[in-house]
């Protein structure tokens, strides 16, 4: 059976109402669980991009770049799902295991009309010892994805090949590996060293160049398209998406009224 309230216990709910009021969750939570989710909210800036832009799909980029709304999901991520997915998920804590770790990066990248871009980077750790870059993934079923081969993934490779090409002049790199994680397992893979200084200068200059032109580049469908904002508007203009899009234009507030 449930117990009285007291009389004190009444007045000190009283208080603590009077005494507080329920606001957004801080921003710097917010941005944590969406980084945990692969959502990076670099601030949005001409020319600036991010590595993890950077190894993704060029049309995707190409929008983000050109400032296409976001479309939104059914079920969008709300910080009330996004914590209750990666609650009693500490394996992010794996990046305490080295004291150089979650270094920025703002690497500038040459451009044919002489400006430059940034390509934003956040390196999880690195072994000063070994001279090893390491980027943590934590994920679910690592064994049965390597099994079925969705592990490890073309872009995670190339994410901490950007790394050791951005990094260089700062840090000495001889090794690259990712670590794979779910709550049972965990995978390391090395990756092969590779100078990317002239791969992400194309790439980028690509994306500047569609923007200038306004040509679409091609979309790169992938499994990752389920997570992408812009789903509707890339099917709808071809050579993208094929699949019903998961992602639908955002209403305007007109409508809703
Ligand atoms: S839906 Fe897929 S192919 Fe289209 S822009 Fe997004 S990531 Fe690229």
């Known amino acids: 059976m449930m117990k009285q309230e007291t009389q004190?216990?009444?007045?000190?709910?009283?208080?603590?109402?009077?005494?507080?009021?329920?606001?957004?969750?801080?921003?710097?939570?917010?941005?944590?669980?969406q980084k945990r989710h692969g959502v990076f909210n670099f601030s949005p800036q001409p020319k600036r991009y991010s590595v993890?832009?950077?190894?993704?799909?060029?049309r995707k980029s190409f929008y983000k770049q050109s400032g296409v709304e976001q479309e939104e999901f059914q079920n969008d991520l709300t910080v009330e799902g996004m914590w209750s997915a990666v609650r009693g998920d500490f394996l992010h804590n794996m990046t305490y295991a080295y004291k150089w770790r979650e270094m920025d990066m703002e690497y500038k990248v040459p451009l044919k009309?002489?400006?430059?871009?940034?390509?934003a980077g956040r390196l999880d750790m690195y072994d000063w010892k070994t001279k090893t870059v390491i980027d943590l993934k934590s994920t679910k079923f690592v064994k049965w994805q390597i099994k079925n081969g969705f592990l490890p993934k073309l872009e995670h490779a190339l994410q901490v090949q950007c790394y050791d090409t951005m990094y260089a002049d700062y840090l000495p790199i001889e090794?690259?590996?990712?670590?794979?994680v779910d709550n049972a397992d965990i995978v390391t893979y090395k990756v092969e060293r590779r100078d990317l200084t002239d791969?992400?200068?194309n790439r980028i200059q690509e994306i500047e160049d569609a923007k200038e032109g306004n040509n679409i580049p091609k979309g790169e469908a992938s499994g990752l398209c389920q997570f992408c904002k812009y789903q509707t508007k890339?099917?709808?203009?071809?050579?993208?998406?094929?699949?019903?899009p998961l992602s639908t234009p955002k209403k305007k507030e007109a409508e809703d009224e």
Not at 11 to 32: R, S, Y
Not at 113 to 119: C, E, H, K, L
Request: net charge negative; with cysteine.
């Open 8 to 33: 004190k216990e009444k007045e000190d709910k009283l208080k603590a109402n009077e005494l507080t009021e329920e606001i957004d969750t801080p921003q710097g939570i917010v941005n944590f669980l």
């Open 52 to 58: 993890t832009e950077l190894v993704g799909c060029q």
């Open 113 to 119: 009309d002489g400006s430059f871009a940034t390509v």
């Open 175 to 180: 090794n690259l590996n990712i670590v794979y």
């Open 199 to 201: 791969w992400i200068q």
């Open 234 to 244: 890339c099917f709808n203009e071809g050579d993208g998406i094929e699949h019903t």
